[in-house]
């Protein structure tokens, strides 16, 4: 499966974005899809992820009051909503998908293919 992160960019702190990871090449509703984020100098922490019918996400305990997990399976297109952005925030975020419908993985390892990740840089 081929995927597409977009959606970053220069934003001011407390503005919203929704990053979209749009996905190709397969039966998009047999991976989750797990979002990650980069900063600078920093390791690649896991965000949250969605289950392949959507209906179960998980996000981590630092962001959830302000990151939302969707998904259109009929689109191919998965989503990180952020809300209330801080300059904390700033990374590249990348989507990944994991074979297997079921299982909020949050270890960089258990996914099996990468987007090529959009960076959002939040000023304050």
């Known amino acids: 499966v081929q995927l597409q992160a977009s959606g970053g960019g220069l934003v001011q702190t407390g503005d919203s974005l929704r990053l979209s990871c749009a996905a190709s090449?397969?039966?998009?509703?047999?991976?989750?899809i797990g979002w990650f984020r980069q900063a600078t100098g920093q390791e690649r922490e896991f965000v949250g992820a969605?289950?392949?019918?959507?209906?179960?996400?998980y996000v981590v305990d630092s962001v959830k009051d302000r990151f939302t997990i969707s998904r259109d399976n009929g689109k191919n297109i998965a989503y990180l909503q952020i809300n209330d952005l801080e300059a904390s925030d700033t990374a590249v975020y990348y989507c990944?998908?994991?074979?297997?419908?079921?299982?909020?993985?949050?270890?960089?390892?258990?996914?099996?293919?990468w987007g090529q990740g959009t960076l959002v840089t939040v000023s304050s």
């Open positions: 969605i289950r392949g019918g959507g209906g179960t996400t």
């Open positions: 090449g397969a039966v998009f509703s047999a991976y989750v």
């Open positions: 990944a998908a994991r074979r297997g419908a079921y299982t909020l993985a949050s270890e960089k390892d258990s996914y099996d293919y």
